[in-house]
Protein backbone atom coordinates (compact mmCIF):
# COMPACT_ATOMS: atom_id res chain seq x y z
CA UNK A 1 0.00 0.00 0.00
CA UNK A 2 1.28 3.29 -0.81
CA UNK A 3 0.59 5.81 2.14
CA UNK A 4 0.55 9.65 2.11
CA UNK A 5 1.14 11.96 4.98
CA UNK A 6 0.45 15.58 4.84
CA UNK A 7 0.73 17.97 7.77
CA UNK A 8 2.29 20.85 8.60
CA UNK A 9 5.65 19.80 10.83
CA UNK A 10 7.61 17.00 11.21
CA UNK A 11 10.35 16.07 13.69
CA UNK A 12 13.74 16.72 13.28
CA UNK A 13 12.71 18.60 10.30
CA UNK A 14 10.32 21.35 11.67
CA UNK A 15 8.35 21.30 15.17
CA UNK A 16 6.56 23.03 17.42
CA UNK A 17 4.68 20.73 19.27
CA UNK A 18 3.13 17.00 19.43
CA UNK A 19 2.31 17.18 15.62
CA UNK A 20 5.61 17.06 15.13
CA UNK A 21 6.95 14.34 17.30
CA UNK A 22 3.26 11.94 15.51
CA UNK A 23 4.32 12.80 11.82
CA UNK A 24 8.02 12.12 12.55
CA UNK A 25 7.80 8.45 14.59
CA UNK A 26 4.30 7.09 13.06
CA UNK A 27 5.48 6.63 9.36
CA UNK A 28 8.76 5.18 10.59
CA UNK A 29 6.60 2.66 11.93
CA UNK A 30 4.23 1.58 8.95
CA UNK A 31 6.69 1.60 6.41
CA UNK A 32 7.76 -1.82 5.51
CA UNK A 33 7.89 -3.92 2.38
CA UNK A 34 4.04 -3.89 2.14
CA UNK A 35 4.05 -0.48 2.62
CA UNK A 36 5.54 2.53 1.08
CA UNK A 37 4.83 5.43 3.25
CA UNK A 38 5.42 9.38 1.98
CA UNK A 39 5.51 12.47 4.13
CA UNK A 40 4.85 15.53 2.62
CA UNK A 41 5.12 18.92 4.74
CA UNK A 42 5.84 22.46 3.71
CA UNK A 43 9.41 23.37 3.25
CA UNK A 44 10.43 25.99 6.37
CA UNK A 45 13.80 27.52 6.57
CA UNK A 46 15.05 25.09 9.60
CA UNK A 47 18.37 23.54 10.00
CA UNK A 48 16.93 20.61 9.09
CA UNK A 49 16.85 21.99 5.13
CA UNK A 50 19.82 23.96 5.13
CA UNK A 51 21.96 20.75 6.57
CA UNK A 52 20.61 18.24 4.58
CA UNK A 53 20.69 16.58 1.38
CA UNK A 54 17.43 17.17 -1.45
CA UNK A 55 17.17 16.35 -4.88
CA UNK A 56 14.26 18.57 -7.14
CA UNK A 57 11.82 15.98 -8.04
CA UNK A 58 9.26 18.16 -9.25
CA UNK A 59 8.42 21.78 -10.12
CA UNK A 60 5.12 23.45 -10.98
CA UNK A 61 3.28 26.46 -10.60
CA UNK A 62 0.61 26.66 -8.31
CA UNK A 63 -2.93 28.91 -8.71
CA UNK A 64 -4.57 30.59 -5.76
CA UNK A 65 -7.21 32.35 -7.20
CA UNK A 66 -5.59 35.29 -9.26
CA UNK A 67 -2.25 34.79 -7.71
CA UNK A 68 0.91 32.17 -9.17
CA UNK A 69 3.26 30.87 -7.58
CA UNK A 70 5.83 28.69 -8.44
CA UNK A 71 7.10 25.53 -6.30
CA UNK A 72 9.45 22.54 -5.83
CA UNK A 73 8.97 19.52 -4.48
CA UNK A 74 12.71 18.44 -2.67
CA UNK A 75 13.27 14.78 -2.01
CA UNK A 76 15.55 14.17 0.77
CA UNK A 77 18.22 11.85 -0.33
CA UNK A 78 19.52 10.02 2.40
CA UNK A 79 16.38 8.50 3.83
CA UNK A 80 17.62 8.01 7.26
CA UNK A 81 13.96 9.13 8.84
CA UNK A 82 13.04 5.71 7.81
CA UNK A 83 10.06 7.26 5.26
CA UNK A 84 10.54 9.58 2.26
CA UNK A 85 10.12 13.13 2.99
CA UNK A 86 9.12 15.49 0.61
CA UNK A 87 9.35 18.96 1.08
CA UNK A 88 7.21 21.74 -0.61
CA UNK A 89 8.98 24.64 -1.33
CA UNK A 90 6.87 27.73 -2.39
CA UNK A 91 9.88 30.20 -1.87
CA UNK A 92 7.46 33.82 -1.34
CA UNK A 93 5.25 31.69 1.18
CA UNK A 94 7.42 29.44 2.95
CA UNK A 95 10.64 30.70 2.54
CA UNK A 96 10.84 31.86 6.46
CA UNK A 97 11.94 31.20 10.08
CA UNK A 98 8.73 29.79 11.22
CA UNK A 99 6.22 27.62 11.40
CA UNK A 100 2.75 29.41 11.96
CA UNK A 101 1.69 32.62 13.09
CA UNK A 102 1.80 35.21 9.92
CA UNK A 103 -0.98 37.29 8.62
CA UNK A 104 -1.10 35.29 5.30
CA UNK A 105 -1.08 32.06 7.29
CA UNK A 106 -3.93 30.85 5.15
CA UNK A 107 -2.99 31.58 1.90
CA UNK A 108 0.32 29.68 2.79
CA UNK A 109 -1.35 26.94 4.04
CA UNK A 110 -3.69 26.59 1.20
CA UNK A 111 -1.09 27.12 -1.97
CA UNK A 112 0.50 24.14 0.14
CA UNK A 113 -2.33 21.91 0.03
CA UNK A 114 -2.84 22.67 -3.67
CA UNK A 115 0.64 22.44 -4.97
CA UNK A 116 0.56 18.90 -3.16
CA UNK A 117 -2.76 17.62 -4.72
CA UNK A 118 -0.94 19.29 -8.01
CA UNK A 119 1.86 16.99 -7.59
CA UNK A 120 0.34 14.16 -6.37
CA UNK A 121 -2.05 14.03 -9.18
CA UNK A 122 0.64 14.45 -11.61
CA UNK A 123 2.74 11.66 -10.43
CA UNK A 124 2.67 8.17 -12.36
CA UNK A 125 1.32 5.87 -9.39
CA UNK A 126 -1.57 7.15 -7.83
CA UNK A 127 -1.46 6.80 -3.56
CA UNK A 128 -3.89 4.49 -2.02
CA UNK A 129 -4.22 6.32 0.86
CA UNK A 130 -3.77 10.16 2.28
CA UNK A 131 -3.60 11.07 5.62
CA UNK A 132 -4.42 14.18 6.72
CA UNK A 133 -3.30 16.07 9.87
CA UNK A 134 -5.40 19.16 11.63
CA UNK A 135 -6.82 22.10 9.79
CA UNK A 136 -3.56 22.51 7.60
CA UNK A 137 -4.49 19.76 5.26
CA UNK A 138 -8.33 19.89 5.84
CA UNK A 139 -8.89 21.27 2.85
CA UNK A 140 -7.21 18.55 1.02
CA UNK A 141 -10.43 15.33 1.65
CA UNK A 142 -12.56 18.27 -0.43
CA UNK A 143 -10.61 19.55 -3.36
CA UNK A 144 -9.41 16.02 -3.81
CA UNK A 145 -13.61 15.07 -4.22
CA UNK A 146 -14.81 18.33 -5.89
CA UNK A 147 -12.48 19.58 -7.88
CA UNK A 148 -12.70 18.23 -11.88
CA UNK A 149 -8.75 19.33 -11.27
CA UNK A 150 -8.34 16.12 -9.51
CA UNK A 151 -10.26 14.03 -10.84
CA UNK A 152 -7.35 11.37 -10.76
CA UNK A 153 -7.40 11.25 -6.85
CA UNK A 154 -11.65 11.19 -7.01
CA UNK A 155 -11.92 7.49 -5.28
CA UNK A 156 -8.53 7.65 -3.09
CA UNK A 157 -9.86 7.11 0.15
CA UNK A 158 -8.84 9.80 2.85
CA UNK A 159 -8.43 10.32 6.63
CA UNK A 160 -8.15 13.22 8.44
CA UNK A 161 -6.72 13.05 12.67
CA UNK A 162 -7.06 15.76 14.39
CA UNK A 163 -4.92 16.98 17.04
CA UNK A 164 -6.23 19.28 18.36
CA UNK A 165 -9.81 20.56 17.70
CA UNK A 166 -9.47 24.16 18.85
CA UNK A 167 -7.52 25.54 16.06
CA UNK A 168 -9.60 25.08 12.79
CA UNK A 169 -8.35 27.28 9.92
CA UNK A 170 -11.35 29.73 9.59
CA UNK A 171 -11.46 32.21 7.09
CA UNK A 172 -14.43 34.08 5.26
CA UNK A 173 -16.06 33.77 1.87
CA UNK A 174 -14.49 36.19 0.41
CA UNK A 175 -11.45 34.40 -0.20
CA UNK A 176 -13.47 30.99 -1.76
CA UNK A 177 -11.82 32.24 -5.15
CA UNK A 178 -8.53 31.15 -3.84
CA UNK A 179 -9.78 27.52 -3.99
CA UNK A 180 -9.68 25.65 -7.71
CA UNK A 181 -12.98 25.31 -9.88
CA UNK A 182 -15.57 23.52 -8.36
CA UNK A 183 -19.64 22.69 -9.07
CA UNK A 184 -21.02 25.05 -6.23
CA UNK A 185 -23.80 22.72 -5.41
CA UNK A 186 -20.59 21.59 -3.21
CA UNK A 187 -20.22 24.96 -1.51
CA UNK A 188 -21.99 23.64 1.75
CA UNK A 189 -19.49 21.07 2.73
CA UNK A 190 -17.05 24.29 3.34
CA UNK A 191 -19.12 26.27 5.39
CA UNK A 192 -19.36 25.91 9.19
CA UNK A 193 -20.81 29.03 11.05
CA UNK A 194 -21.22 31.12 8.17
CA UNK A 195 -17.20 30.87 6.98
CA UNK A 196 -15.08 28.44 5.16
CA UNK A 197 -14.04 26.28 8.17
CA UNK A 198 -10.87 23.89 7.14
CA UNK A 199 -11.07 21.37 10.04
CA UNK A 200 -15.15 20.87 9.55
CA UNK A 201 -14.88 20.60 5.81
CA UNK A 202 -12.27 17.71 6.86
CA UNK A 203 -14.77 16.37 9.38
CA UNK A 204 -17.76 16.15 6.12
CA UNK A 205 -15.57 14.89 3.44
CA UNK A 206 -12.92 12.49 4.46
CA UNK A 207 -13.85 8.76 4.85
CA UNK A 208 -12.14 8.69 8.53
CA UNK A 209 -11.85 10.78 11.37
CA UNK A 210 -9.41 9.94 13.86
CA UNK A 211 -8.83 11.56 17.01
CA UNK A 212 -5.77 10.87 18.90
CA UNK A 213 -7.18 9.70 22.19
CA UNK A 214 -10.51 7.75 22.65
CA UNK A 215 -11.36 9.97 25.76
CA UNK A 216 -10.75 13.44 23.50
CA UNK A 217 -13.21 11.32 20.90
CA UNK A 218 -15.94 12.08 23.68
CA UNK A 219 -14.95 14.95 25.09
CA UNK A 220 -14.94 16.92 21.47
CA UNK A 221 -18.06 15.62 21.65
CA UNK A 222 -19.64 18.46 24.02
CA UNK A 223 -16.64 21.04 24.70
CA UNK A 224 -16.62 24.37 23.86
CA UNK A 225 -14.94 23.86 20.06
CA UNK A 226 -17.64 24.77 18.43
CA UNK A 227 -17.77 22.02 16.42
CA UNK A 228 -19.98 19.52 18.87
CA UNK A 229 -22.83 19.12 17.04
CA UNK A 230 -20.71 17.95 14.27
CA UNK A 231 -18.42 15.17 15.77
CA UNK A 232 -21.70 13.95 17.13
CA UNK A 233 -23.00 14.00 13.01
CA UNK A 234 -19.94 11.72 12.31
CA UNK A 235 -19.47 9.33 15.27
CA UNK A 236 -20.20 6.36 12.54
CA UNK A 237 -17.07 7.01 10.91
CA UNK A 238 -14.88 8.14 14.07
CA UNK A 239 -12.34 6.42 15.65
CA UNK A 240 -10.26 7.09 19.08
CA UNK A 241 -6.62 5.96 18.64
CA UNK A 242 -4.56 6.33 21.11
CA UNK A 243 -1.00 8.18 20.19
CA UNK A 244 2.30 6.06 20.55
CA UNK A 245 6.11 7.08 20.89
CA UNK A 246 9.23 7.11 19.22
CA UNK A 247 10.98 4.38 21.40
CA UNK A 248 14.08 4.64 19.31
CA UNK A 249 14.29 8.47 20.01
CA UNK A 250 12.76 8.30 23.85
CA UNK A 251 14.92 5.98 25.36
CA UNK A 252 17.21 6.71 28.43
CA UNK A 253 19.40 3.83 28.05
CA UNK A 254 20.74 5.04 24.06
CA UNK A 255 19.51 8.85 24.44
CA UNK A 256 22.84 10.34 22.68
CA UNK A 257 21.51 13.81 23.85
CA UNK A 258 21.79 12.55 28.03
CA UNK A 259 25.54 12.41 29.37
CA UNK A 260 24.38 9.48 31.78
CA UNK A 261 22.35 6.98 30.26
CA UNK A 262 20.13 4.58 32.72
CA UNK A 263 17.67 1.81 32.46
CA UNK A 264 14.91 0.38 35.21
CA UNK A 265 17.97 -1.13 36.85
CA UNK A 266 19.92 1.59 37.21
CA UNK A 267 17.44 4.64 37.48
CA UNK A 268 18.04 5.15 40.88
CA UNK A 269 21.65 6.66 40.40
CA UNK A 270 21.34 7.67 36.60
CA UNK A 271 18.29 10.00 37.69
CA UNK A 272 20.11 11.30 39.97
CA UNK A 273 23.01 12.14 38.17
CA UNK A 274 21.66 13.98 35.46
CA UNK A 275 19.69 15.76 38.50
CA UNK A 276 23.17 17.10 39.39
CA UNK A 277 24.02 18.40 36.08
CA UNK A 278 20.86 20.23 35.25
CA UNK A 279 20.72 21.76 38.84
CA UNK A 280 24.28 22.96 38.38
CA UNK A 281 23.08 24.79 34.73
CA UNK A 282 20.07 26.10 37.05
CA UNK A 283 21.64 26.78 40.46
CA UNK A 284 19.56 24.36 42.56
CA UNK A 285 20.04 21.62 44.81
CA UNK A 286 20.17 18.09 43.44
CA UNK A 287 18.87 16.57 47.15
CA UNK A 288 15.41 17.72 46.91
CA UNK A 289 13.12 16.77 44.58
CA UNK A 290 12.46 18.29 41.13
CA UNK A 291 9.35 18.85 39.57
CA UNK A 292 9.35 20.37 35.99
CA UNK A 293 6.97 21.39 33.26
CA UNK A 294 7.76 20.92 29.64
CA UNK A 295 5.56 22.52 26.68
CA UNK A 296 3.95 25.48 24.84
CA UNK A 297 2.59 28.12 27.39
CA UNK A 298 -0.71 28.38 26.38
CA UNK A 299 -3.86 28.47 28.35
CA UNK A 300 -5.32 25.46 27.09
CA UNK A 301 -2.04 23.60 28.40
CA UNK A 302 -2.76 25.02 31.99
CA UNK A 303 -0.04 27.02 31.90
CA UNK A 304 -1.67 30.39 32.80
CA UNK A 305 -1.68 28.71 36.35
CA UNK A 306 1.82 28.04 36.50
CA UNK A 307 3.26 31.60 38.01
CA UNK A 308 0.59 30.68 40.59
CA UNK A 309 1.71 27.24 41.13
CA UNK A 310 5.50 27.95 41.84
CA UNK A 311 4.55 30.93 44.09
CA UNK A 312 2.31 28.55 45.86
CA UNK A 313 4.31 25.41 46.40
CA UNK A 314 7.44 27.43 47.31
CA UNK A 315 5.39 29.28 49.43
CA UNK A 316 3.88 25.80 51.03
CA UNK A 317 6.69 23.71 50.47
CA UNK A 318 9.40 26.10 51.19
CA UNK A 319 12.72 24.98 50.67
CA UNK A 320 11.79 21.39 50.13
CA UNK A 321 10.79 21.17 46.60
CA UNK A 322 12.63 22.88 43.02
CA UNK A 323 10.26 23.47 40.13
CA UNK A 324 11.97 23.97 36.52
CA UNK A 325 9.95 25.26 33.43
CA UNK A 326 10.99 24.88 29.98
CA UNK A 327 8.73 26.47 27.50
CA UNK A 328 7.49 29.32 25.13
CA UNK A 329 4.36 31.03 24.11
CA UNK A 330 2.10 33.40 25.74
CA UNK A 331 4.21 36.48 26.27
CA UNK A 332 2.26 37.02 29.54
CA UNK A 333 2.74 34.59 30.93
CA UNK A 334 6.77 34.52 29.67
CA UNK A 335 6.48 37.39 31.95
CA UNK A 336 5.45 36.32 34.42
CA UNK A 337 7.51 33.63 35.01
CA UNK A 338 10.57 36.06 34.34
CA UNK A 339 9.57 38.32 37.31
CA UNK A 340 9.52 35.05 40.03
CA UNK A 341 12.67 34.49 39.11
CA UNK A 342 14.88 36.61 41.10
CA UNK A 343 12.13 35.96 44.12
CA UNK A 344 12.48 32.46 43.97
CA UNK A 345 16.26 32.05 42.98
CA UNK A 346 17.68 28.51 44.20
CA UNK A 347 14.48 26.79 44.00
CA UNK A 348 12.62 27.84 41.05
CA UNK A 349 14.24 28.36 37.43
CA UNK A 350 12.65 28.77 33.55
CA UNK A 351 14.16 28.46 30.36
CA UNK A 352 11.95 30.07 27.81
CA UNK A 353 12.32 28.64 24.57
CA UNK A 354 12.28 25.05 22.71
CA UNK A 355 15.47 23.05 23.22
CA UNK A 356 14.71 19.42 22.33
CA UNK A 357 18.40 18.49 24.02
CA UNK A 358 17.36 20.34 27.46
CA UNK A 359 13.82 18.64 27.20
CA UNK A 360 15.28 15.52 26.94
CA UNK A 361 17.85 15.91 29.70
CA UNK A 362 15.11 17.40 31.83
CA UNK A 363 12.75 14.25 31.60
CA UNK A 364 15.92 12.36 32.66
CA UNK A 365 16.49 14.73 35.52
CA UNK A 366 12.82 15.34 37.32
CA UNK A 367 11.47 13.75 39.61
CA UNK A 368 8.14 14.72 38.89
CA UNK A 369 6.66 16.62 35.37
CA UNK A 370 3.78 18.79 35.94
CA UNK A 371 0.98 18.03 33.04
CA UNK A 372 -2.20 20.18 34.16
CA UNK A 373 -3.96 20.68 30.59
CA UNK A 374 -7.34 22.20 30.25
CA UNK A 375 -7.55 20.21 26.98
CA UNK A 376 -4.97 17.59 26.11
CA UNK A 377 -6.32 15.59 22.88
CA UNK A 378 -3.39 12.95 23.48
CA UNK A 379 0.22 14.51 25.21
CA UNK A 380 3.30 12.97 24.53
CA UNK A 381 4.95 13.86 27.54
CA UNK A 382 3.41 11.91 30.05
CA UNK A 383 4.30 9.13 28.26
CA UNK A 384 7.85 10.36 27.77
CA UNK A 385 8.41 10.83 31.41
CA UNK A 386 7.22 7.36 32.13
CA UNK A 387 9.91 6.25 29.59
CA UNK A 388 12.44 8.08 31.66
CA UNK A 389 11.20 6.88 35.04
CA UNK A 390 9.63 10.59 35.52
CA UNK A 391 6.52 10.22 37.57
CA UNK A 392 3.48 12.40 35.92
CA UNK A 393 1.34 14.74 37.52
CA UNK A 394 -1.99 15.23 35.35
CA UNK A 395 -5.47 16.49 34.72
CA UNK A 396 -7.66 13.96 34.46
CA UNK A 397 -8.65 14.96 30.81
CA UNK A 398 -8.41 13.69 27.23
CA UNK A 399 -5.33 11.02 26.44
CA UNK A 400 -3.81 11.81 30.24
CA UNK A 401 -7.34 10.44 31.47
CA UNK A 402 -6.04 7.49 28.94
CA UNK A 403 -2.39 7.07 29.93
CA UNK A 404 -2.08 7.78 33.58
CA UNK A 405 -3.86 6.18 36.83
CA UNK A 406 -3.41 7.78 40.43
CA UNK A 407 -0.59 5.67 42.49
CA UNK A 408 -2.92 5.18 44.34
CA UNK A 409 -5.62 3.60 42.83
CA UNK A 410 -2.32 1.11 42.09
CA UNK A 411 -1.16 3.13 38.82
CA UNK A 412 1.44 5.19 36.98
CA UNK A 413 1.21 8.54 38.09
CA UNK A 414 -0.47 11.26 39.78
CA UNK A 415 -4.29 12.80 39.01
CA UNK A 416 -6.53 15.69 39.76
CA UNK A 417 -9.84 16.78 38.28
CA UNK A 418 -9.38 20.25 38.13
CA UNK A 419 -7.30 22.45 36.19
CA UNK A 420 -6.62 24.93 39.33
CA UNK A 421 -3.68 26.05 41.48
CA UNK A 422 -5.42 24.05 44.52
CA UNK A 423 -5.67 20.64 42.74
CA UNK A 424 -1.87 20.87 41.28
CA UNK A 425 -0.34 21.68 44.53
CA UNK A 426 -2.49 18.97 46.46
CA UNK A 427 -1.18 16.39 43.99
CA UNK A 428 2.37 17.92 44.59
CA UNK A 429 2.12 17.62 48.04
CA UNK A 430 1.29 13.58 47.63
CA UNK A 431 4.00 13.56 45.34
CA UNK A 432 6.63 15.14 48.19
CA UNK A 433 5.10 12.12 50.37
CA UNK A 434 5.56 10.05 47.89
CA UNK A 435 9.49 11.05 47.26
CA UNK A 436 10.08 10.90 51.05
CA UNK A 437 9.27 6.83 50.65
CA UNK A 438 11.88 5.48 48.38
CA UNK A 439 10.79 1.98 48.24
CA UNK A 440 7.82 3.19 46.66
CA UNK A 441 8.77 5.63 44.23
CA UNK A 442 10.68 3.30 42.74
CA UNK A 443 8.07 0.79 42.32
CA UNK A 444 6.28 3.50 40.76
CA UNK A 445 9.11 5.02 38.40
CA UNK A 446 9.69 0.89 37.16
CA UNK A 447 6.17 0.21 36.48
CA UNK A 448 6.04 3.49 34.28
CA UNK A 449 9.24 2.65 32.63
CA UNK A 450 8.32 -1.34 32.35
CA UNK A 451 5.20 0.35 29.41
CA UNK A 452 4.99 -0.17 26.11
CA UNK A 453 3.55 2.80 24.48
CA UNK A 454 5.43 2.88 21.10
CA UNK A 455 3.92 2.83 17.74
CA UNK A 456 4.43 -0.71 16.77
CA UNK A 457 0.79 -1.78 17.62
CA UNK A 458 -0.80 1.60 17.10
CA UNK A 459 0.88 2.08 13.33
CA UNK A 460 -1.03 -1.48 12.74
CA UNK A 461 -3.80 -0.55 14.02
CA UNK A 462 -4.27 2.46 11.40
CA UNK A 463 -2.99 0.38 8.98
CA UNK A 464 -6.47 -1.63 9.29
CA UNK A 465 -8.40 1.14 9.42
CA UNK A 466 -6.97 2.45 5.86
CA UNK A 467 -7.64 -0.87 4.90
CA UNK A 468 -11.20 -0.68 5.96
CA UNK A 469 -12.01 2.38 4.17
CA UNK A 470 -10.09 1.47 0.90
CA UNK A 471 -12.13 -2.24 0.75
CA UNK A 472 -15.43 0.39 1.94
CA UNK A 473 -14.41 2.84 -1.08
CA UNK A 474 -14.17 -0.13 -3.58
CA UNK A 475 -17.84 -1.50 -2.48
CA UNK A 476 -19.22 1.87 -3.24
C1 LIG B 1 -1.30 18.30 19.76
C2 LIG B 1 -2.10 18.05 21.03
C3 LIG B 1 -1.44 17.01 21.92
C4 LIG B 1 -1.08 15.77 21.09
C5 LIG B 1 -0.26 16.15 19.88
C6 LIG B 1 0.07 14.96 19.00
O1 LIG B 1 -0.13 18.99 20.06
O2 LIG B 1 -2.30 19.25 21.77
O3 LIG B 1 -2.29 16.63 22.97
O4 LIG B 1 -0.37 14.86 21.87
O5 LIG B 1 -0.96 17.09 19.09
O6 LIG B 1 -1.06 14.30 18.52
Same mark, same amino acid.
Do not use: A, Q, W
Given at each position: MEIFHIGAECYPVAKVGGLADVIGSLPKYQNSEENKVRVVIPCYQTTFRSENDFECVHWGKLKLGNFNFPFSVLK??? !? $? @??FELYLIEIPELF?????YNYRDDIERFLSFQIAALDWITGRSSIPDIIHCHD????LIPFMKKYCPKYDKLKNIPTLITIH????QGIFT? !? $? @????????????????WGNCINSLATAIKCADQVTTVSPSYLNEINHS???LETLFQRVRHKSKGILNGIDTDVW????????EINYSAETIDDGKLKNKEQLCTVFNMNPAKPLFSFIGRLYNEKGADLLPKIVSTALTIFKEEINILILGYGDVEIENQLKQLLSIYSGNYNAYIGYNEELAHKTYASSDFILIPS??????LNQMYALRYGTIPIVRRTGGLKDTIVDFEDNGNGICHDQASVEDVCDSMKRALDLYKNKENINQIRIKGMTIDHSWKNVSQEYIELYNLIIAKTYES
Open positions: ETS !N $K @LGDRPNIHHTGNGLYF !N $K @LYYLPEFDLINIKELEDNGDPEKDPMLRVEPCG
